[in-house]
């Protein structure tokens, strides 16, 4: 199984939207505004950092400007372009060195890693008593056939557990190797921040980061970029850090909720988290589930919704604002 930040999050957020969007591919015909300027200031930022030239960042922008971002919102090609060059002249210097610049810069990495775990048989579910922990499922009380655990009931292999995503820059800053991770929002206040300990994306970038680099990685640099209609633009930066004693954790975590994942694909329901369905706005599925038949749900799903299969190696706009 392979699993990243988006579909992990979205799972723990509700897993019945994981089956919509995750394992049938529907999604919005419309892409917000938000995550269309967000998608594009990150394309002018990957090429900035990848070759150190503004008008690489701004051909950037021009060339991967969504042709149907909504023409009445504020974030605008001209807004993206504003403060990509805002962005440069207060970042004109850096603190930092790109590790691998410039024959190699590591910008926009794609990465899928072996987390070292197993998953229960999707056909004959968890192995109770059989292993302890998360990381005894590659251990000794299994059967192995060259190194692959395998299903006590059934005798096929488990299925590895693979974690992947794209790092926006890996970077040493004071003889430290740590995750550049660019967000763009409209809500950095005081509290802002906050949102990135515990956080599956920086954790699990975090993880990555150490084994691709054989370093170790303290953590990450939010490099926070704040969009405003009629306010200028806010520049702010924090770290944020992790232990190894955090990283064991998250894998534990994702190990557990990729296990309830397979459950659900195994008896084939996804439970409906109601609680989430307004929550600091209304889900995208919201429409969907208003709905009480299974026969206009499916045509609502026809009718407002796209397929559209997600590839965590593409970015397609799904940073979040």
């Known amino acids: ?112 890693l072996d987390t070292g775990m197993r998953i229960s048989c999707v056909k004959c579910g968890p192995i109770l008593g059989k292993y302890k922990g998360y990381y005894d499922i590659v251990g000794k009380e299994l059967t192995l056939v060259n190194d692959h655990p395998l299903c006590p009931t059934c005798g096929q292999p488990l299925e590895t557990l693979e974690y992947g995503g794209i790092f926006d820059t890996l970077i040493d800053f004071s003889n430290s190797v740590y995750v550049l991770e660019h967000k763009s929002t409209s809500q950095m206040g005081s509290y802002y921040f906050n949102q990135f300990k515990p956080n599956n994306q920086v954790t699990g970038y975090t993880w990555a980061a150490s084994l691709l680099s054989g370093k170790r990685v303290g953590g990450a640099i939010i490099n926070g970029i704040g969009i405003y209609k009629s306010s200028k633009t806010k520049f702010e930066r924090q770290i944020t850090t992790r232990s190894t004693q955090d990283i064991a954790e998250w894998l534990n975590n994702i190990h557990h909720t990729c296990e309830l994942i397979r459950e659900c694909e195994r008896t084939k329901h996804w439970p409906m988290f109601t609680t989430s ?21 499916e045509k609502m799903l026809e009718q407002d919704y796209v397929k559209d299969d997600w590839h965590y190696e593409e970015r397609t706009g799904v940073k979040d604002e």
Not at 277 to 297: A, D, I, K, N
């Open 1 to 112: 199984m392979k699993i990243d930040n988006f579909a992990l999050s979205m799972f723990q957020t509700c897993p019945i939207k994981y089956k919509l969007r995750m394992h049938e591919g529907w999604t919005g015909r419309r892409k917000s505004a938000a995550l269309g300027f967000g998608a594009t200031l990150h394309e002018g930022l990957a090429a900035w950092y990848r070759t150190g030239s503004k008008s690489e960042a701004l051909v950037a922008i021009s060339e991967h400007w969504p042709a149907n971002h909504p023409i009445d919102d504020f974030r605008s090609k001209e807004k993206c372009i504003s403060v990509m060059v805002d962005y440069m002249k207060t970042y004109s210097t850096e603190s930092f060195k790109v590790i691998g610049y410039p024959e190699n810069p590591m910008v926009e990495c794609t990465f899928t």
């Open 277 to 297: 369905c307004t929550m600091y706005g209304q889900c995208e599925f919201h429409r969907v589930h208003v709905l009480s038949s299974p026969t206009e749900r």
